[in-house]
């Protein structure tokens, strides 16, 4: 069989703010099955839609032209909507769900309830404990939401991380039923992914995230928070406002201490008591939102001489483990052949839509010192400006991660698509020193 790759195409569709990639490699003769291409694709969703943009449907339907109607794999880097929702989204869902996939790629943090005492996976005490306090925090979110409705700062930073949402359950189902019958794998930093079958000529190398093991770190928000909570819901004296759910209870709470004449002091107490706790709450929230980026799977994929890094959202504690190997630092020794395979990417997937905690500078300082002579590293971004300013985050992009990655090589963002244009394209010979070259997808006109 002659599997060998002979181009690599990187699509990255204009989801707005999220990210939706197809990876497809073309074989020099037809694989065993007839085909001649092979498809990955690397995440489907948005919380914000691009303005003029294409819908998730009529992103769904690209895809299965794209793919011809069969994809071989697909990567859920981490259960955020704005990586999975089209997975949820009843058309986009549809359209995908034809093109039967051969195998999921997750980490092992989004390992269903049922299966984490599977023996295979090895997760400890403390790994399946991590995994229930996730579990819990789309309950906590929602509880938020409802208390926070009279609150404009608040209910701005509830709704935030509503939409952002850990909970996506029509996402995960098809997820999980295209991962039944042994298709599902998921993973741990150190794996490497047999894709012989469905990527000949492929390699799959994972490097995030990490397990609790290796970086601790990886659940520093969630230890706190997991206290946070406890006192949260056992706070007796406020027990009415803390009944998830019942978006009046807190109204009529106050209502009933401040009546009759209005009584100043119960209500202002309770005001302030409530609103502290709302605010406690939400900082854990946001704390695990964090937690949840970090569980993105980190793959990096060498096809010939390709080699193309895809972090998710990854932040810096999950890079951690990398970074340790890549350098020798903290009692591990060096990983020459990690430092010289990341040396060689040639195609960056920008993480976290380009926020300023989600590329290690180390990373960039490592390409800079350590790449061959007139190497560039191409730059995916799939952003929407100005969307996440009013966040703790700053700007994203952030301006100085974006400066920096230019001196690498060109960046090219999907938010600078034209109106119309729904894709770009970054294709490169498998084999060579090319680099990737850009095409934007042609004008589709507005949905
Ligand atoms: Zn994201």
């Given at each position: 069989m002659n599997a060998q790759p002979s181009r690599v195409r990187l699509r990255a569709y204009k989801v707005g703010f999220g990210d939706c990639l197809l990876l497809t490699v073309s074989y020099k003769s037809a694989l065993p099955d007839g085909r001649r291409e092979r498809h990955l694709l690397i995440d489907c969703g948005t919380i914000a839609r691009a303005v003029d943009g294409p819908r998730l449907t009529d992103i769904a339907e690209q895809i299965a032209k794209h793919s011809d109607g069969q994809l071989d794999a697909v990567v859920a880097t981490h259960r955020h909507r704005d990586h999975i929702s089209g997975f949820g989204n009843k058309g986009a869902a549809q359209a995908l769900d034809q093109l039967n996939p051969r195998m999921v790629i997750r980490p092992?943090?989004?390992?269903p309830e049922t299966e984490r005492t599977d023996p295979r996976l090895g997760l400890d005490d403390d790994q399946r404990h991590f995994l229930s306090v996730l579990d819990q925090v789309p309950a906590l979110a929602e509880h938020l939401n409802a208390l926070a409705f009279d609150n404009a700062g608040q209910a701005t930073r509830a709704g935030r991380l509503a939409e952002l949402g850990f909970k996506n359950p029509e996402a995960i189902a098809l997820l999980e039923s295209w991962g039944s019958r042994g298709r599902a794998h998921y993973v741990t930093a150190g794996d490497t992914l047999d894709v012989a079958e469905q990527l000949p000529g492929v390699s799959l190398q994972v490097l995030g995230p990490p397990t609790l093991k290796d970086v601790g770190d990886l659940t520093h928000y969630a230890k706190d928070s997991e206290d946070y909570w406890l006192g949260l819901a056992g706070e007796r004296a406020l027990a009415p406002l803390v009944q998830p759910g019942n978006a009046a209870a807190p109204a009529r709470a106050r209502r009933v201490l401040a009546e009759p004449g209005g009584v100043g002091a119960a209500e202002w107490l309770l005001r302030n008591l409530s609103e502290r706790r709302i605010s406690q709450g939400l900082e854990i929230v946001e704390a695990l939102d964090d937690v949840l980026n970090n569980t993105s799977v980190i793959l990096l994929v060498t096809i010939g001489s390709r080699r193309l890094l895809l972090p998710g959202d990854a932040q810096i504690e999950n890079w951690s483990l990398t970074r340790d190997k890549v350098e020798g630092r903290n009692g591990r020794k060096q990983d020459r052949k990690l430092a010289t395979a990341l040396s060689k990417v040639d195609l960056y997937k920008v993480g976290h839509h380009g926020s300023r905690n989600a590329t290690p500078k180390w990373l960039t300082k490592h390409w800079a010192a350590t790449a061959p002579p007139g190497h560039t590293v191409v730059s995916v971004l799939s952003t929407k400006t100005h969307f996440f300013e009013k966040s703790q985050e700053g700007a994203v992009p952030k301006p100085e991660l974006i400066a920096g990655l230019g001196e690498l090589g060109p960046l090219h963002s999907t938010d600078d698509l034209a109106p119309g244009v729904w894709w770009m394209d970054l294709e490169a010979p498998a084999r060579g020193n090319a680099t990737f070259t850009f095409t934007a997808g042609p004008d589709m006109g507005t949905p």
């Open positions: 092992w943090t989004d390992v």
